[in-house]
DNA sequence: GGTAACTGGGTTTTT
DNA sequence: CCCAGTTACC
C-alpha cells in the first residue's frame, strides 16, 4: 500500500502507458495487468467468466487515478448498482482514497437529467416513474381510451408497457417488434400506436420519465450540438462493464461520450449476454470499440474461480455460444466432477437439493457459500417449500421485487403523493384503496385533481366528490397526508405516510403486512430528503425484502435462491441448479426462435460458471403437467437439450430417487390431520 | 352506472 | 397468487 504518490507516477491524464509495480498491480497475472495498465486508446477486454475481469476493472481504475487522472473525470458504468458502488470503492482505496464517479446507465442518466431539467422542458422538475407506475398509467389511459373491454381482448398493461419499451430499446418499428415478438398482439397494432403517441405525450405533461425516457433524454441531451460535445468532455475516461448486455441506446450513449474511442475502456463476454429481451446486442459494442483506430483487445482466460471439473462443463456450453472464442483454464486444479442428479420428480429433486445443501453444511460449508440458481422465479417454489418446512433460512432473489408487492405500491403511492400533488398515478392508485371507490369513480376523480392547483391541500373537494359510503376513510386519509406535507423531515414524512395508508392496508390485506411497511419507514427516515429517497428507490430497487433489514448480523447465515438473471457476477462455492429440463432450461417460450434459444445457452453457461467448488445439476424426470396444478398429474419430462452427449461425458451422473418417493415432502399440503390431544388429556 | 364478490385461467428473464 | 371477466347487488 502506498500513501504518498511516487513522482515517477505523477503524470497527466493522458500520459502513454507505463509499468508501475504499485498497489493497484498486486497479485494481478500478465493480462490483467495489460489492461490494467493500459494507456488512452480504446480498449476491449474480453473476460471469461471467472478470470478477474472485476480485478482488472478495478486496477484499470486504481491505475488511472494512480497516474493523476482527475476522478471526477473518471467515469465507471455499469449494469447493476452494487457492482460500480464496489468498484469505485476498491479502486479508491488502491488509489489513495480518491473516487471516481459512476453507477448504472440509469442512474448517471437520472443525475444527467435532474442537472439539465429546463433544456429538458422540466422547469419544475419530474418524477421517474418504475416499471410498475408506468404499468399503472398505461392502465389508466388504456381505460380512457375504451380499449378495455373490446370484443378482441386487448393486451394487459403491463405488456403493453414491456412491447412500448422494447421497441424504444431495441430501435425496432413496433410492427417489427410485434411480429417477432408478440404475434399474437398484432391485430391491435394500430389501437397501440395511438395509445403509445398518447402514453408519450401524458408522461411529457406530467413530467413523469420513465427508465427507457431516463435514456432517451440522456441521449438527447448528449446529441445537442453544442451541450453535447461539452458534457462528453467532461470524461477523460470512460469505462464500461458488461458490455454484452448494453441495447443500442446505451451503445449511442457512449459513442457520444467518447466519439474517437479515447479514454474508453470496454470490458465483458459475448458468451454471457443474456438481457436480449431487453434489446440488447452483444456484438455491437464490440464493433464499434474494433472500429476505432489503433484498439486494443486483451482477452482474459485463466479462471481463478472454479475447478477446471466444473470449467470443462462449461467450456463445452461456450463452446456453442457464438462470440469471440475464449477457453477457460482453471489455475485451481481439477477438482470434482460436476454432478447431474436424475429425480424421480420435481418433488423428490427439491428434498435432494435441500439434502445436499445441508450435508455441505454439516460438513463446514456455511448456508452463504451455496446458492439455487434457477431459470424463472416460480422454479424454486417446491424448493422453497421444502427448505421452509425443514427450517432453513434463505433469502431469494429476482422474480416479484419487493417494491412490486401490491401493499409497498400502496405506501410508495402515498409517499409520492405528499411530494407531489399532482401525481396522478399515485392518486388513481390511492384512491381505489378506499371501500366504495372503484376504477370508474377513481378515474373520474383523477380528472378533477389534475385540473386543481393543488389537489392534496385541496383535499375536502376531493372527498365532497366521492361517494357518499368513501367519505369518511377517505376523508381521514387526506387529512393525515395534508398534514404530514407540513413535515420536513424525510423519517416525520415517512411516518405520516404509513398513518395514513395503515388502516386502508389492514383493511385490505392483514395485519402482517404492515410490518413490511415498517421496515420501509425505516429505510426511508434515514434519507436526506423524501423524494430523493423516492427516485433512488424507484431507479434501485432493494432487491429483496432483506435489503431493507439494514447490515445482516454476524451470526446470521442464509442460502441464496435467486434468478440465473440475479446471479450474474456473482459466486458462490457450492451452486445447485435444479430443472434442468427442456421447457425450463431452456425455458419454453424462447424454443420457438433461434436467438431465444442461443440465449438459453449463454444463460445456462452464465449458471454453471457461478461455482466455485461444487456443481449439482438436477433433472426430475416426471413434472407435474401445470406447476400450479391441484391435483398431482405428472408426465415424463425431457433431459435439457443442452445436456448432450458432450457434456454427459464431462459430468457424474447420479441416479437417485428412481422410485415414488414413499413419503410426501414435509410440510406439504397436508390434507389429513390426526389429533392425539386427547391422549394426553 | 358502478362496485364487490366470485370464478377460472395463467405466469421469463430486469435497469 | 394475481388478473380479467362475469354476475349480483346498490
Known amino acids: 500500500m502506498f500513501v504518498t504518490q511516487p513522482a515517477v507516477c505523477e503524470r497527466g491524464p493522458h500520459s502513454r502507458e507505463d509499468d508501475c509495480p504499485e498497489a493497484w498491480a498486486a497479485g494481478l497475472n500478465r493480462a490483467q495487468q495489460i489492461a490494467a495498465a493500459h494507456g488512452d486508446q480504446p480498449l476491449l477486454v474480453l473476460a471469461g467468466a ?53 453507477g448504472t446507465f440509469h442512474s448517471v442518466a437520472h443525475r444527467a437529467v435532474s442537472t439539465y431539467t429546463e433544456v429538458l422542458g422540466f422547469p419544475g422538475g419530474f418524477s421517474v416513474l418504475g416499471p410498475s407506475e408506468a404499468s399503472d398509467l398505461m392502465e389508466l389511459m388504456r381505460a380512457d381510451y375504451g380499449l378495455a373491454g373490446l370484443s378482441q381482448r386487448f393486451p394487459r398493461a403491463a405488456t403493453l408497457v414491456e412491447i412500448y419499451s422494447r421497441c424504444i430499446n431495441s430501435g425496432r418499428l413496433l410492427s417489427e417488434v410485434l411480429e417477432l415478438s408478440y404475434p399474437w398482439c398484432e391485430r391491435h397494432r394500430e389501437n397501440m ?17 420513465d427508465f427507457d425516457d431516463l435514456l432517451l433524454y440522456w441521449r438527447a441531451l448528449l446529441s445537442q450540438e453544442k451541450l453535447g460535445p461539452q458534457l462528453a468532455e467532461q470524461f477523460d475516461y470512460v469505462l464500461v462493464d458488461e458490455y454484452q448486455d448494453l441495447n443500442h441506446l446505451q451503445v449511442d450513449i457512449v459513442r457520444l461520450l467518447s466519439p ?14 443474456i438481457y436480449g429481451f431487453r434489446g440488447g446486442g452483444p456484438a455491437e459494442l464490440r464493433q464499434l470499440v474494433l472500429g476505432y483506430q489503433g484498439a486494443t483487445v486483451v482477452r482474459l482466460e485463466e479462471n481463478f474461480r472454479s475447478y477446471q471439473g466444473i470449467l470443462d462443463v462449461a467450456n463445452v456450453v461456450r463452446s456453442s455460444c457464438g462470440g469471440p472464442g475464449v477457453t477457460l483454464r482453471a489455475v485451481r486444479g481439477e477438482g470434482r466432477k460436476a454432478k447431474l442428479v436424475r429425480c424421480y420428480d420435481a418433488t423428490s429433486e427439491a428434498r435432494l437439493v435441500v439434502d445436499h445443501v445441508l450435508r455441505a453444511h454439516e460438513d463446514g460449508a456455511a448456508l452463504q457459500d451455496q446458492a439455487v440458481l434457477v431459470r424463472a422465479a416460480h422454479h424454486s417454489d417446491l424448493t422453497e417449500i421444502e427448505l421452509s418446512a425443514r427450517g432453513v433460512p434463505y433469502r431469494k432473489y429476482g422474480g416479484l421485487k419487493f417494491l412490486e408487492v401490491a401493499h409497498v405500491k400502496d405506501f410508495v403511492a402515498a409517499a409520492r403523493l405528499v411530494d407531489n400533488p399532482h401525481d396522478e398515478i399515485a392518486w388513481y392508485r390511492l384512491l381505489r384503496l378506499h371501500e366504495g371507490v372503484g376504477a370508474a369513480t377513481a378515474r373520474a376523480l383523477v380528472q378533477q385533481c389534475r385540473a ?7 383535499w375536502t373537494e376531493v372527498v365532497a366528490a366521492a361517494p357518499p359510503r368513501a367519505r369518511s376513510t377517505l376523508s381521514a386519509t387526506l387529512h393525515n397526508l395534508c398534514r404530514t406535507r407540513g413535515e420536513t423531515e424525510a423519517a416525520a414524512r415517512a411516518v405520516g405516510v404509513l398513518e395514513a395508508v395503515a ?17 420501509l419507514v425505516s429505510a426511508a427516515s434515514a434519507a436526506r430528503d423524501l423524494s430523493g429517497w423516492l427516485a433512488e ?16 448480523h454476524l451470526d446470521e447465515d442464509f442460502l441464496v435462491v435467486s434468478t440465473i438473471h440475479s446471479a450474474k457476477g456473482l459466486e458462490w462455492a457450492i451452486v445447485h441448479v435444479p430443472h434442468v429440463v427442456d421447457g425450463c432450461i431452456p425455458i419454453d417460450m424462447a424454443l420457438s426462435t433461434r436467438e431465444g434459444l442461443d440465449e438459453e445457452r449463454r444463460l445456462f453457461y452464465v449458471a454453471l460458471t457461478r461455482a466455485r467448488d461444487q456443481l449439482y445439476l438436477y433433472s426430475p424426470l416426471r413434472m407435474p403437467y401445470h406447476p400450479r396444478a391441484s391435483d398431482d398429474r405428472h408426465g415424463l419430462v425431457k433431459l435439457s437439450r443442452f445436456v448432450d452427449d458432450a457434456l454427459v461425458a464431462k459430468l457424474e451422473v447420479v441416479e437417485e430417487a428412481r422410485a415414488r418417493p414413499a413419503f410426501p415432502l414435509v410440510g406439504m399440503d ?9 391422549l394426553w388429556a
Request: proline share 5%; with cysteine.
Open 537 to 552: 428507490i424507484t431507479i434501485d430497487p432493494p432487491q429483496s425484502a432483506g435489503d431493507f433489514a439494514g447490515p445482516p
Open 452 to 458: 386543481a392547483v393543488d389537489a392534496l391541500a385541496q
Open 260 to 273: 474517437q474511442g479515447r479514454g474508453l475502456t470496454v470490458v465483458g463476454d459475448e458468451a454471457q449476454a
Open 50 to 102: 471467472g478470470t478477474g475481469k472485476t480485478r482488472a476493472l478495478v486496477s484499470r481504475l486504481a491505475c488511472l487515478l494512480h497516474r493523476g487522472a482527475a476522478p471526477e473525470r473518471v467515469l465507471l458504468l455499469t449494469f447493476a448498482r452494487r457492482a460500480a458502488d464496489e468498484m469505485l470503492l476498491r479502486a479508491g482505496d488502491l488509489a489513495g482514497g480518491r473516487r471516481a464517479v459512476g
Open 503 to 519: 388502516p386502508l392496508v389492514r383493511s385490505r390485506y392483514s395485519e402482517g403486512r404492515l410490518a413490511d411497511l415498517e421496515r
Open 193 to 209: 400506436a395511438s395509445l403509445f403517441s398518447s402514453f408519450t405525450a401524458r408522461k411529457r405533461e406530467g413530467a413523469l420519465v
Open 670 to 678: 397436508v390434507r389429513v390431520s390426526v389429533d392425539l390431544s386427547s
